[in-house]
């Protein structure tokens, strides 16, 4: 059974930091990229930042570049996200995803065989 579970939301002032975890079972982690969305009450789900653990590589949203890391543990099957300097309009729910395809990353909310766990909820005040 496929199982991606999320944890490490919780409400922070803006400034300061949290760190998702995701914890993946159930299929070859590092045959698939692992991702993080985020769907804000009344938003369409996007793409936060996703990482290929066979080869290292990360992508990041425009939006939190600089200040978000994505980061992966193969021996646990655990992908991090690091969010530093977090404003107001990070607040979300958070999901971690997996696919093999990392190319088509910012849709798959709308694709098909997507793995997808439950949300993490962040909350940034002013």
């Known amino acids: 059974e496929v199982q991606l579970q999320a944890s490490g939301g919780g409400s922070v002032q803006a400034e300061g930091s949290l760190r998702l975890s995701c914890a993946a079972s159930?299929?070859?982690?590092?045959?698939?990229?692992i991702g993080w969305f985020r769907q804000a009450p009344g938003k369409e789900r996007e793409g936060v930042s996703w990482?290929?653990?066979?080869?290292?590589?990360?992508g990041y949203a425009e939006s939190v570049k600089g200040r978000f890391t994505i980061s992966s543990e193969i021996a646990k099957n655990m992908v991090y996200l690091q969010m530093n300097s977090l404003k107001p309009e990070d607040t979300a729910v958070y999901y971690c995803?997996?696919?093999?395809?990392?190319?088509?990353?910012?849709?798959?909310?709308?694709?098909?065989?997507?793995?997808w766990g439950q949300g993490t909820q962040v909350t940034v005040s002013s």
């Open positions: 995803a997996a696919d093999p395809d990392k190319e088509s990353f910012s849709g798959w909310p709308q694709l098909p065989g997507v793995y």
């Open positions: 159930g299929f070859t982690f590092d045959d698939h990229a």
């Open positions: 990482i290929d653990s066979s080869d290292g590589s990360t």
